[in-house]
């Protein structure tokens, strides 16, 4: 969704193919996770209906978190606590989900995948603001990808907010917003 052309020193799907094959991709990406899961050795099949549930909620949240993100871009006016909410959307509830879905597999009490699911949702977050940081002060060779593709795409991330809030007027209305 972020149109950079690499990814882990790879060109992005998209760019080695196109958007619709990146699309098709990322389908069939999720085809496959429900068809593996349904043969998985070692799972209930009384769980099943519990871990389809997990995944389609996480999916749900994980688009609702990606429109954020587009929605974002064209507007001035968003908030670190709308951005933090964002990103644990958009990434930190897939690893809060997929820590859940192995508890719930190892028939963890619900205090336990909650406090697992928590864990998750912490990490993720804390993933995407290494991202953030990296995406501004990374070296190329290492993160894989285009440094300052954040800022091209007017990404209000941390680092955008912390900059906004240590700069005075002038410097703001200088650089049109930052």
Request: charge should be negative; glycine fraction near 8%; hydrophobic fraction near 45%.
């Given at each position: ?7 882990r020193g790879r060109p992005a799907v998209h760019k080695a193919y196109d958007l ?117 002060f990374g070296d190329q060779l290492l993160v894989g990808k285009a440094i300052g ?30």
């Open positions: 969704m972020d149109d950079d052309d690499v990814r619709p094959t990146a699309i098709n991709a990322g389908d069939a990406m999720l085809a496959i996770a429900f068809e593996a899961m349904a043969v998985a050795e070692g799972i209930e099949p009384a769980l099943l209906p519990f871990l389809v549930k997990r995944i389609g909620r996480m999916v749900r949240k994980c688009s609702e978190g990606q429109q954020l993100d587009i929605d974002f871009e064209n507007k001035d006016d968003v908030t670190l606590d709308e951005y933090l909410n964002m990103i644990e959307l958009k990434t930190a509830v897939l690893v809060g989900a997929a820590l859940k879905m192995g508890a719930i597999i190892s028939e963890a009490s619900e205090t336990d995948l909650q406090n697992i699911y928590n864990f998750g949702v912490n990490l993720g977050i804390a993933f995407q603001l290494q991202d953030d940081y990296l995406d501004t593709g954040d800022i091209v795409e007017n990404k209000k991330t941390a680092m955008y907010h912390l900059a906004m809030s240590n700069s005075n007027k002038q410097q703001k209305e200088e650089e049109g917003g930052l």
